[in-house]
């Protein structure tokens, strides 16, 4: 027997209601439900898959098995399941569901080889640190590995690379990097535009190599290829290696005027083999509202500058150019909020815990326990017991660990902040799973993570001074059309 049209209309609205969250009115003075961002964030359905040979397609995830070797999307213009090969794929990324939704404030646990943790509440007991999270529920780390433990909102990411498949435009030509560094010859010039570059910015960089001529960082330029016709706003940080002028310089170019040096120190690479050997790594700290500028080196403050003049129209291009051979890696670029009251110039010595309160005073002892809303420390001063709500920062004693090469693992970025490497990564069911160096098994739902990179798909940054004779950069293809205006 069929069923009547009124049997089909009613289950289609009770299906649609399924779906629907329904706000009811409220009486004076009775609060309403909970606005719709402040649930835990969500991303789109669909987002932008990146491959190896430069296409790029908006599709939705589906399935993917890495014993297979096959990842399944959807696209919207194709009928059926589109089967895509693992060792094609590079990254995917998709976008907030809702763009208003609040950070999520709580504790970020950063381990000693930069996997982030972000959780709303945290616990530490001997060798232990448990961690409850937005989307994974409880989560237990190893103390051993743990370096920060951080009070606040996650800090947003402009940008973090250079990654395998990445466009840059190198001596004024589209190119496609073959790796996750920026292996510059000589006299070359590589930039890219940022999607955002604000006006309290904070920019890292690593140097690997001793300029034997002069290399230099450019900030806020116009255009990522540096013509050499184009002389707009800009900010300019020189390693200077010359005989008798092994100076770092910071600089102003302007349009229609000369440069103009705003401070130099000593340039600690010029015969400095551990540099050259290790890598230089260089923080720079922007606040073009006030004039000024932070130089840091390797987590120790160098320097401040104030520009005698206001930048009025900063843009967002980021470059390198080098009159010999050098590498530049682990780019990252944040928002910043002003405040320089960090503990990085403890991050090489291993002797002890440090804590920083949010009073600015640092205390250095062993961090026995963090429970009940209350931090217990052993210090000079004794043991003390300090209620949880008054620390900023905690910097921890680590361990130290050899860890595998992530070659066949994924780096997984979530909505709340977090970034960690997955193994034997599986989507299956709207649901991500794998297994985490620290974490151990993890599983989440898709619609947490806000980007996926296949790691295998990259090369390993270069961890000593090895400059090939030339930059490893391919053409770039043509540009691909794409459904649901892709960018």
Not at 3 to 13: I, M, Q
Not at 27 to 52: C, H, M, Q, R
Not at 64 to 83: E, Q
Not at 231 to 237: K, P, S, W
Request: net charge neutral.
């Amino acid at each position: 027997m069929k069923p009547s049209c009124a049997f089909v209309l009613l289950a289609l609205a009770l299906n649609v209601c399924a779906e629907l969250e329904i706000q009811l009115p409220t009486a004076a003075g009775e609060k309403g439900p909970a606005p719709a961002f402040a649930v835990t964030p969500e991303v789109e359905d669909y987002g932008l898959l990146e491959l190896k040979n430069g296409e790029r397609f908006r599709v939705r995830l589906e399935n993917y098995d890495p014993a297979s070797g096959v990842l399944t999307a959807r696209h919207a213009l194709i009928r059926g399941p589109l089967p895509i090969e693992a060792s094609a794929l590079l990254r995917f990324t998709a976008q907030p569901a809702r763009p208003e939704f609040s950070d999520i404030v709580g504790w970020v646990a950063q381990m000693a080889d930069g996997d982030c943790f972000c959780g709303v509440e945290v616990t530490l007991d001997g060798d232990t640190l448990r961690l409850k999270t937005a989307y994974s529920g409880l989560m237990t780390l190893p103390r051993a590995r743990l370096r920060w433990l951080t009070f606040g909102s996650p800090p947003s990411v402009i940008y973090q690379g250079p990654t395998a498949g990445e466009e840059w435009i190198s001596n004024h030509r589209r190119q496609v990097l073959e790796g996750a560094s920026l292996f510059l010859d000589k006299n070359e010039r590589i930039g890219m535009l940022l999607p955002a570059l604000p006006r309290k910015s904070r920019l890292d960089f690593t140097l690997i190599g001793i300029p034997h001529q002069e290399a230099h960082a450019w900030f806020y330029v116009k255009g990522a290829d540096l013509q050499d016709e184009v002389r707009d706003d800009a900010y300019r940080l020189s390693f200077r290696g010359g005989f008798g002028n092994q100076r770092l310089v910071f600089s102003r170019i302007a349009r229609g005027r000369d440069e103009q040096e705003i401070g130099a120190v000593p340039n600690p690479m010029g015969q400095n083999w551990q540099l050259f050997m290790n890598g230089l790594r260089v923080s720079l700290f922007f606040n073009l509202d006030e004039r000024r500028v932070w130089l840091r080196l390797n987590g120790k403050q160098i320097a401040e500058w104030t520009d005698p003049q206001p930048m009025a129209d900063p843009q967002r291009g980021l470059a390198f150019s080098a009159g010999s051979p050098m590498t530049i890696s682990d780019i990252r670029v944040h928002p910043w909020d002003g405040r320089l009251e960090t503990m990085e110039e403890y991050d090489r010595d291993d002797a002890t815990d440090v804590v920083l309160l949010k009073s600015g005073d640092r205390l250095a002892g062993d961090v026995i326990s963090i429970a009940q809303g209350a931090v217990r420390i052993r210090s000079q001063l004794g043991e003390l017991t300090i209620p949880l709500e008054q620390f900023r920062q905690f910097r921890f004693r680590t361990t130290p660990i050899t860890t595998a090469a992530a070659t066949d693992a994924a780096q997984v970025r979530l909505l709340d902040g977090s970034s960690f490497r997955l193994r034997e990564m599986r989507i299956e069911n709207g649901m991500i799973s794998g297994r985490n160096d620290h974490a151990g098994s993890i599983s989440l739902p898709l619609k947490a993570a806000m980007r996926l990179v296949w790691l295998w798909s990259q090369e390993t940054s270069p961890t000593r001074a090895e400059v090939p004779s030339r930059p490893h950069l391919r053409a770039a293809p043509n540009a691909l059309p794409m459904a649901d205006g892709a960018q």
